[in-house]
């Protein structure tokens, strides 16, 4: 009994530390994205321990509004098992994923969500349309992994495009 008891203890101490490596996994790809000057989003696809899809926002880098972390890994995810259907994938993402995303895992049936950042303004999970609750699929959803760090990343980069634009405006306006 002891024993099982231990075992059980183990195995979520060992799950909770992959949640963990593989949502720091998605804030090095959010960090990337950052670089490019893109919203500080990263997403992972797991399967059975396994990443098998992995992207960052690319939206600016390539004029499209569609090019989601959470769209573009749920494409590479389907490419790569040749499935329309995620149900044994985890999806880790930095940020709650907004109404598009969220219809697109329940679409794809993404077996699991864990984020870092709740979305107040724009999230479609907790936040917003809540899009699980009016789907016909519902994932098993983890939010705040990670939360302050993914928060203060985006807080960061929020500031500092507000800081640049604020300054172009004083240079035009002869401030």
Do not use: W
């Not at 699991?112 to 999230?123: E, H, L, Q, R, T």
């Not at 990343?153 to 604020?166: A, C, D, E, G, S």
């Amino acid at each position: 009994m002891v024993k099982r008891i231990l075992m059980i203890l183990f195995s979520k101490i060992v799950i909770g530390t992959a949640v963990m490596d593989y949502m720091l996994h998605a804030i090095r790809l959010a960090k990337i994205a950052q670089d490019r000057n893109e919203v500080p989003v990263g997403a992972v696809l797991v399967k059975n321990n396994h990443i098998i899809a992995q992207a960052h926002n690319a939206c600016e880098t390539n004029h499209n509004s569609l090019y989601h972390a959470e769209m573009l890994a749920i494409h590479q995810g389907i490419q790569h098992l040749q499935s329309m259907y995620l149900n044994e994938c985890t999806l880790y993402v930095t940020l709650e994923p907004c109404p598009m995303c969220a219809a697109a895992i329940a679409q794809s049936r993404v077996g699991k969500i864990v984020f870092g950042a709740y979305d107040p303004k724009s999230g479609g999970v907790e936040h917003g349309p809540k899009i699980f609750e009016h789907s016909h699929f519902c994932p098993q959803i983890i939010g705040g992994v990670h939360e302050s760090q993914c928060a203060k990343l985006l807080k960061i980069f929020f500031q500092n495009k507000r800081y640049k634009t604020n300054s172009r405006s004083s240079i035009f306006h002869g401030n």
